[in-house]
């Protein structure tokens, strides 16, 4: 668990020093801000899927939550 912490603030730092010239945004304030947004950001969906895989280990709950996740409630009469 603890090797994806450095891995994403690395990983969303080179994002956002490639991303940030290409955009025209120069305030360091700004960036930082936003690399800090953005690498909680990602930080939380990597928790979020491990938390899946571990509680959904067998082919049979992902197939259960997958159908009930992909209901489009909308359509339903």
């Not at 955009?23 to 990597?46: E, H, K, P, R």
Request: aromatic share 14%; net charge negative.
């Amino acid at each position: 668990m603890f090797v994806e912490i450095p891995y994403v603030f690395g990983s969303s730092l080179l994002f956002i020093i490639v991303f940030f010239p290409l955009l025209g945004i120069w305030s360091f304030n700004t960036a930082v801000l936003d690399w800090t947004n953005f690498a909680l950001s990602v930080l939380m969906q990597t928790l979020l899927g491990q938390l899946l895989v571990y509680l959904l280990s067998s082919g049979e709950v992902v197939a259960l939550v997958g159908v009930l996740s992909n209901i489009n409630t909308t359509q339903v009469p």
